[in-house]
């Protein structure tokens, strides 16, 4: 797995084997018509109603008091048994399709993020890497989302947790931030992933590999038709974490993060004590 454009161009592109991309088109479908056919009262069947730290679905418009517009759903391994039970008890297809799809997806990946994960601990020296990322396989978080049509989609920012991947966009308008702090256009088209590291893994590799500031601009399509997508988040919950207690990654300037050395990266972090709660 090549991996050089990790540290020189902030991230790196990687095409899908055949049996994972079919993976992913699989799960993208089902999310799309899980959105599209069933009504909010069955959807939220789903949901926990928490708005911080919900799993499952959740709604965010001006009716849940968001500045958002859009549907999202979290998926992780951990969650799957209680969601599949939930989903049998449906009599619309549609849920069970989906939440089906979003586990072949998060077993059937494993491999391809193995891979990855080797790559980078055996490019970058970063010892015990790969078995910090796969010790938390129970915990991975699989978002997806449906954007509805709104000129508001994703504001700059960098991520929190170790790295993610882009893994589906149905249209375009996700942009990155360069060395040289000049916005440039990605694609992601539907044969390839994304991945790029998060402030979790710029403190873990001592900035060697920087936390790539991105966001989702809208298009005159988008406005229009709003926009699936689908991302995964890998965090190290027996290392450090982001100190959001005290800090907000909104609160950084433009490019700031690209300028920090590993000591003024760790004020920002705290030690893990516990890892997250299951459902």
């Known amino acids: ?41 069955t959807k939220l ?55 089906v799809a979003a586990n072949d997806l998060l077993k059937g990946i494993e491999a391809f993020i193995r891979e990855f994960v080797q790559a980078v601990e055996c490019k970058y020296g970063l010892v015990g890497f790969e078995k910090l990322v796969m010790e938390s396989q129970q915990t991975w978080i699989f978002r997806f989302l449906h954007y509805f049509g709104s000129e508001v989609l994703a504001a700059r920012h960098v991520d929190r947790g170790g790295f993610t991947l882009h893994l589906f966009e149905s249209q375009g308008g ?61 965090d190290f919950p027996h290392s450090h974490r982001f100190d959001d207690t005290r800090f907000r990654t909104q609160d950084f300037a433009e490019g700031q993060v690209y300028d920090m050395g590993p000591r003024e990266l760790d004020r920002y972090f705290v030690r893990r004590l516990e890892s997250a709660a299951e459902w």
């Not at 979290?74 to 989903?87: E, Q, T």
């Not at 539907?190 to 809208?218: D, K, M």
């Open 45 to 99: 069947r789903f949901s926990r109603h928490d708005r911080v730290k919900d799993f499952g679905y959740m709604l965010r418009d001006a009716s849940t008091g968001s500045a958002d517009n859009k549907e999202l759903f979290h998926v992780r391994l951990c969650d799957l048994p209680k969601l599949l039970d939930l989903a049998r008890g449906i009599i619309q297809p549609e849920a069970l399709h989906y939440i």
């Open 174 to 234: 996700g942009e990155y931030l360069d060395s040289n702090k000049q916005w440039r256009p990605w694609t992601v088209d539907e044969n390839s992933t994304i991945i790029f590291p998060g402030l979790a893994l710029q403190q873990y590799s001592r900035c060697l590999l920087r936390a790539l500031e991105h966001r989702v601009v809208a298009t005159p399509s988008t406005v229009v038709d709003g926009r699936f997508a689908m991302v995964a988040f890998f």
């Open 1 to 41: 797995m090549n991996i050089n454009t990790l540290q020189t161009l902030g991230y790196v592109t990687i095409e899908y084997p055949p049996a994972l991309r079919r993976l992913v088109h699989n799960a993208v479908r089902s999310w799309e018509r899980f959105c599209l056919d069933l009504p909010l009262e």
